[in-house]
């Protein structure tokens, strides 16, 4: 007998639309196939972003978050963030509100993508991203307000710093607690993927007690796995060492095979992720998953570029590539399997939308619906 799996899904803001129709039928295909017909999909639609703010007048309804707390799965499409004024992320709230404390996001080239990299085949990293604290817990206060003025008042009465009046006030927050639990994982998840290193990015020769202190209790976690864990070149064992945020960028885009899993502070990972993206086609290629200890949310790393809404033509792989992670996340190896290479088919085959094309010789680009179709038919 068939079993029906329940998935609660968001296609989104501004390109969501267009990217979870073009993949939806990809994953209801590719767990049939893959389960050899025991598995159906069955979507549990739900709101959230711009669209629930225009139904419901809530960016995040309670049924919304009630469903994903069940489930403790979603998939997700891109939610728009005005930059300034209104409100502050949903991407984040959501992360904050189910403590999705590790953002994984793997970028690895795969044949036939285009690439600024001479020898792009050499890029296969995981970027870990620590996805609760940092400056994205949103703790500052603007220039001139009450708060931002007590603030000010405070540093220069109580702690001897003196500002100018017009400053704005952010705080960046990083605990050990955080950092302990975000590297624990780390650690166990290398060690179930068998992969050969683990580098800590860190700004910690200027954010001492953020930066350094993250660096120094990663290191610290480390240490209480010796039979998994080396600090310098071994065979055996994972490779544990940190580089410097600025020297990491620079690393990625001449050495990258010498980088296997990056463990970031949030703004580090955020800025690391779409800048090794572009080094293997871009955002249009790059898929994340959100995991806590009780849910999972699967989404793109890309935002939801409304310049191209409702257009059919931006690259549905980010999203496709993230329900491969969903599956397997799921135990169906199979089933993810199946799509990452029915993606990587397609684009060998020169089947690209713009954004690849552009950066190809003589190759046309074809819609978003055509390319989800193109991988569908290569399941
Ligand atoms: P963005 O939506 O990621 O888009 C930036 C650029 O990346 C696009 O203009 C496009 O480049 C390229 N791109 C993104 N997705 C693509 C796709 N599927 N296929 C091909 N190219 C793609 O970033 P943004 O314009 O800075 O942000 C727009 C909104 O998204 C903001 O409100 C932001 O807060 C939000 N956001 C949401 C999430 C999330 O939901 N997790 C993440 C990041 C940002 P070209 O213009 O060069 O073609």
Redesign the pocket.
Known sequence: MTEIIKIPCIA????GD??WSASREIFEEALIKGTAGQKKIKWIPLLA?LKALEKEDKLLPDKTLETVKEYKIAI????????GGGFR???VHLRQIFDLYTCVRPVRYFKGLPSPLKTPEKVDVIILRENTEDIYKGIEWKEGTEESKMILDFLKNKMNVSLSSDTGIGIKPISKTGTVRFTKWAIDYAIKNKRRSITVVHKGNIMKYTEGAFREWAYEVAKEYPKAISFEESDEKILFNDRIADNMFMQMILRPDEYDILLCPNLNGDYLS?ACAALIG????AP?ANIGDNVAIF??????????AGKD???????ILSGALMFRYMGFDAVATLIEKAVEETIQNGLV????A?QMVDVKPVS?SRFGREVAERL
Do not use: C, F, Q, W
């Open positions: 989104g803001d501004g390109i267009d990217i972003g997700k499409g891109p939610l728009t963030t005005p930059v992320s949903v991407n779409d871009g955002l249009g290629v994340g989404e793109p790393t890309h935002g939801s570029a409304p310049k191209y033509m931006v690259n549905p792989t980010s999203l939308t713009y954004d690849l552009r978003s």
